[in-house]
Every structure is written in structure tokens, then in C-alpha cells.
């Protein structure tokens, strides 16, 4: 490797360290006095559970960064049926899907024919340059035969319209979108739009259009042309999951996967939301798209199924004054409808710091889990950089953030226990193998679209991201 790359990426390393661990500038002069950190918040007055923690539940005066994490998890519905859902599986038959790839396809949409029962409905929509499609059928068996058939039919044939594909399967969602609780397209493609819209931002605009109308959107992508950011940015405006797959023999698992995710929900139209106070000052959301208005931050979320679990974490300043006082670090408000109640939730919980001028109960009351979940998220930066350099073909600079990575892991062993980041330092050291072996066009898009799917669940994106 360069020794420029590797002098800056060990730099940057090391500075990351800092911020993550928050390290202080002096050692202190004598061991730590065994600890129990406090406990973290925890919300719950409907189908979603809120926790949250600080890495650093204390601080010293002055400038302090730390983290908040978020964990969010829907209710577990044991013992229940599925509820019935409106589905459109949206298919892309472009000439690039020829052969094996659609064949697969194919059979998963069989497979989830299979799956529906008469109280469920299924469109059936492909796309070329034109697109085709069976309307929304109740999944009765005389009508799942008819399905069968229909997707006997389905040929490869011309370019990749993307956007034309989505505005049918709404289309085809309205007819009796006021009759289901959980209205979702399933959208598969394999490449890049290259007819109709062809833009990515007008694309998200269509997305975002379905989802206004209550709507949500899955995104899976087979093979290494698609464009990962684009179908990543359709899963999360439109409030379904992502899904990337080298071999589309994995397709049919992967719509029975979010059949069951769309047919066990328990909440729509979710958002957190951090109250900043005065003088405390956020970094960001990592991974997420948040909107800032005043003191108040806003993170939309997916649509949540029982169980399903997400996390946010967000990087704030905060500044300490007088030792022995609580510091308000941040209000942290949760809102969805609760489909389970069929009405409006709000759930709330505050965290604050204690200030303290002992630089080692700082460090011996560091929250071990939100200081792995922070490092986390910290590396899927790193490893978003790290895609974009490899598919630049930068590959030293692209394995010199994931060497960063594994220092941050290091360091962070040190706070909770190696066996807390042993599966981390692990997953880092396959991904340096994965750049090392990619040494052509296919395998380097399937490496960065791995990187990107790594990183999507590292930010917390757990349920959302299959």
C-alpha cells in the first residue's frame, strides 16, 4: 500500500478513535473505580419500543462530542395471523434479464403466488420499454391459476423504464387500496433506467409520490449494474426494505421475506425526532436522512413488522459547566400510527449527562453497548467511502478506510470486551479479502454493492435491510 495512504488513513483513524471513544487528553493517574453505568431510556406505550442510550452518560467541563443511540423495535405478535395485504410485484424483463435471471424471477413470482390466499390481492406488472401488466386479482384459485399462466408469458424484451414500471403497480394498487391496511410494491431490477425517467431525483420523486399516498416500496436488485444508491434511496422514501442479490436464485426467499415483513405489520408513517436544547449542537444522523427545523431534528422511518428492529444513531456536541450538574443532552419524541390500535402513537424520553471533573469515571462510565453501536455506525461511513474509492478504482485508499475500521474496532474492544466486536474485526477482514480479489468490472460492482449493503445495516438499518 502507498505510505501516503497508509499515514493518512491511520491519521484519520486515530481521530475517529477520539471522537468515538472520547478519549481524554491526559490518562488518568490512577485505575477507574469499577462502575455501573446508568440505565438507558426506554419508552413503550404502543407496537414500538423505544431505547436509547448515551455513549458518555458523563462528561467533563466544557466541549463534549458524544452519541446517542436509538433502538426501535416492533412488538412481537406471537401466535398471530398475517394480516391480508395488496401487493404489485414489479418485474424488470429488460433484454439484460435474459435467461437465468428472469427464469428466476419468475419463479418467485410463482412462489408468491403460492403464498397468497383469497383474502389477499396481487397485480403482476414487467417492464421493458413498454410495460405490461395483470390488474390487481383477489388471490382466489381460480385467479392464482390464471396468475400462473400469466407469468408463464413473461418475456425479456427491450430497455430498462423504471419509472413507468412504479406508476403501474400504483395504478394497479388503487383499485382497492381502501380495503387493506398494507398496500406495497415489490419492485426488481437488475440494471440501470434507461428509458421514460432516467434521473435518479426524478425517480425518488415518483417514489416519494406512492408513498404520499400510503403506499410503501420494496427495492431489490440483482446482479452488479443496478444502481445500489438509487434502489437503497427507493427502500427508504418509500418505507420498505432494500435487498441486493448476486445470484437471483435467491429471489423467491427474498419476496416471501417481505411478504411476511408487509403482512406482519405494526406500524406505518413512523418518525423520531431529537429536541436539541440550547447549546447542544447535532453532528448528524448517520445513515439516515434527517431534516433539522430549529432545535428539533426529524428522521422518517421504515414501516415496522412485529419484531423488526432499527436503529438511528446520531453524533451531538454538548458543553459541560459545573461539575456535579445534569446536563440535558436531548428530548427524543417517537410518532406512528399503531396498526395493531388503528390509531396515532407518541412515545417520549429525555437523556442527560452528568458532568463530573474525573476524566476516569468519564471513562469507567462509557455505555459499552452505544460505544459499539457508535463504532458501528462510524465504520459504514468509512465503508461507504471505501466503496465509492474501489469503484473509482482506487483500491489502496479503498482498504485504507477499512483499515481505519479495524482500529476503530480495536479501540472499541478496549471500552466493551473483544468479544463484543469480534464478528466486526471479523467482517472487516472479509471485506479487505472481497477488494483484494476484485480484480474486474463484475466482481468489483458486486464488492462495493456488498460494501453499501454492509454499511446500510452497520448505520442500524437491521429489518429494513436484507
Given at each position: 500500500m502507498n505510505k501516503t495512504v497508509v499515514f493518512v488513513s491511520l491519521t484519520a483513524a486515530l481521530a475517529l478513535t477520539a471522537l468515538v471513544l472520547g478519549l481524554p487528553r491526559l490518562a488518568p493517574s490512577h485505575p477507574a473505580t469499577p462502575v455501573s453505568p446508568p440505565r438507558p431510556a426506554t419508552a413503550t406505550n404502543g407496537s414500538l419500543s423505544m431505547t436509547s442510550r448515551l455513549s458518555h452518560p458523563y462528561i467533563i467541563p466544557g466541549s463534549s462530542d458524544l452519541f446517542v443511540t436509538v433502538d426501535l423495535t416492533g412488538v412481537e405478535v406471537p401466535g398471530s395471523q398475517r394480516s391480508p395485504v395488496n401487493l404489485a410485484v414489479v418485474i424488470d424483463r429488460s433484454g439484460s434479464m435474459s435467461g437465468y435471471k428472469l427464469q428466476q424471477a419468475k419463479q418467485a413470482a410463482r412462489h408468491l403466488v403460492g403464498l397468497l390466499g383469497p383474502e389477499d390481492r396481487l397485480a403482476i406488472v414487467h417492464y421493458g420499454s413498454d410495460v405490461k401488466s395483470l390488474p390487481s386479482l383477489a388471490a382466489t384459485p381460480a385467479n392464482r391459476e390464471r396468475m400462473l399462466q400469466y407469468?408463464?408469458?413473461?418475456w425479456d424484451d427491450g430497455g430498462t423504464n423504471i419509472g413507468a414500471g412504479l406508476h403501474a403497480g400504483r395504478a394497479h394498487l388503487e383499485t382497492a387500496k381502501g380495503n387493506y391496511?398494507?398496500?406495497?410494491?415489490?419492485?426488481?431490477?437488475?440494471?440501470?433506467?434507461?428509458?421514460?425517467?432516467?434521473e435518479d431525483a426524478g425517480l425518488t420523486e415518483v417514489v416519494k409520490g406512492i408513498r404520499a399516498e400510503g403506499i410503501s416500496v420494496s427495492a431489490i436488485g440483482v446482479g452488479t449494474d443496478f444502481n445500489e444508491?438509487?434502489?437503497?434511496g427507493f427502500a427508504e422514501y418509500g418505507a420498505g426494505a432494500y435487498g441486493f442479490l448476486e445470484d437471483a436464485g435467491q429471489l423467491a426467499t427474498l419476496f416471501?421475506?417481505?411478504?411476511?415483513?408487509?403482512?406482519?405489520?405494526?406500524?406505518?408513517n413512523v418518525e423520531l425526532s431529537f429536541t436539541l436544547p440550547e447549546g447542544v449542537m447535532l453532528g448528524e444522523v448517520l445513515g439516515y436522512r434527517a431534516h433539522q427545523e430549529g432545535r428539533t431534528v426529524r428522521v422518517p422511518l421504515p414501516d415496522f413488522s412485529s419484531g423488526q428492529v432499527e436503529r438511528v444513531v446520531a453524533q451531538l456536541t454538548v458543553v459541560g459547566t459545573k461539575p456535579g450538574s445534569a446536563v440535558d443532552v436531548t428530548g427524543l419524541k417517537l410518532t406512528y400510527l399503531?396498526?395493531?390500535?388503528?390509531?396515532?402513537?407518541?412515545?417520549?424520553?429525555?437523556?442527560?449527562?452528568?458532568?463530573?471533573?474525573?476524566?476516569?469515571?468519564?471513562?469507567?462510565?462509557?455505555?459499552?453497548?452505544a460505544t459499539v453501536y457508535a463504532t458501528r455506525a462510524m465504520s459504514?461511513?468509512?465503508?461507504?467511502?471505501?466503496?465509492?474509492?474501489?469503484?473509482?478504482?482506487?483500491?489502496?485508499?479503498?482498504?485504507?478506510?477499512?483499515?481505519?475500521?479495524?482500529?476503530?474496532?480495536?479501540?472499541?474492544s478496549q471500552v466493551a470486551s473483544p468479544a463484543a466486536v469480534e464478528a466486526d474485526l471479523a467482517e472487516q477482514k472479509a471485506v479487505l479479502q472481497d477488494y483484494e480479489q476484485a480484480n474486474d468490472d463484475e466482481a468489483v460492482g458486486a464488492a462495493v454493492k456488498r460494501s453499501k449493503?454492509?454499511?446500510?445495516?452497520?448505520f442500524g438499518k437491521l429489518g429494513s435491510t436484507y
Open positions: 407469468i408463464e408469458g413473461i391496511r398494507v398496500n406495497r410494491i415489490i419492485l426488481m431490477s437488475d440494471g440501470q433506467a434507461t428509458e421514460g425517467i432516467t444508491d438509487l434502489m437503497q416471501q421475506r417481505d411478504l411476511q415483513q408487509a403482512a406482519t405489520s405494526v406500524a406505518r399503531d396498526l395493531l390500535k388503528d390509531a396515532g402513537v407518541e412515545s417520549a424520553a429525555s437523556l442527560s449527562a452528568m458532568v463530573t471533573e474525573r476524566q476516569e469515571e468519564v471513562l469507567a462510565r462509557q455505555d459499552k453497548d459504514a461511513k468509512n465503508l461507504k467511502l471505501a466503496a465509492q474509492a474501489l469503484r473509482d478504482g482506487r483500491k489502496e485508499e479503498a482498504k485504507g478506510y477499512v483499515m481505519q475500521n479495524q482500529a476503530l474496532f480495536q479501540q472499541a449493503t454492509r454499511a446500510a445495516k452497520s
